[in-house]
């Protein structure tokens, strides 16, 4: 399956929105982490993030090091919390968390839709 991303940041909202889907290499791992790097500076501290990982593989230790570069820089950022859209892959979401916890000292929440992950930061 082929790799595709869409990461935005919604300056109204003060969230980064990431769709990542298929099996990710090191070289799209790094486009990930730069884009996602370039998207944060458009945010405010205490920004959210919404991930949508429902259709995303898991990715190989050179790549998930380009995952931590991009939540470590998120962390220095601002961001205070990340919903995390999951499908059948548990193992992608514990590889993020992982690392999550290992950048910012937070695990994400869980929701089946970026609509329920909208709700779910809309509430507080």
């Given amino acids: 399956m082929s790799f595709t991303y869409d990461i935005k940041a919604n300056t109204a909202k003060?969230?980064?929105?990431?769709r990542l889907v298929g099996t990710m290499t090191v070289e799209d791992?790094?486009?990930?982490?730069?884009?996602?790097?370039?998207?944060?500076?458009?945010?405010?501290?205490?920004?959210?993030?919404?991930?949508?990982i429902s259709e995303l593989k898991p990715?190989?230790?050179q790549a998930?090091?380009?995952?931590?570069?991009?939540?470590?820089?998120?962390?220095?950022?601002?961001?205070?919390r990340v919903v995390r859209v999951m499908g059948k892959q548990a193992i992608t979401h514990m590889q993020w968390n992982r690392?999550?916890?290992?950048?910012?000292?937070?695990?994400?929440?869980?929701?089946?839709?970026?609509?329920?992950?909208?709700k779910l930061l809309d509430a507080g």
């Fill in 14 to 18: 003060n969230r980064l929105y990431l």
């Fill in 99 to 118: 690392t999550l916890s290992e950048t910012q000292g937070i695990r994400a929440d869980v929701a089946s839709t970026v609509e329920e992950a909208d």
């Fill in 64 to 80: 998930v090091a380009h995952l931590k570069r991009a939540q470590d820089a998120s962390g220095k950022a601002g961001c205070k």
């Fill in 29 to 52: 791992a790094k486009k990930v982490a730069d884009t996602i790097i370039v998207e944060i500076r458009k945010l405010k501290p205490g920004w959210a993030v919404v991930n949508d």
């Fill in 59 to 61: 990715a190989d230790d």
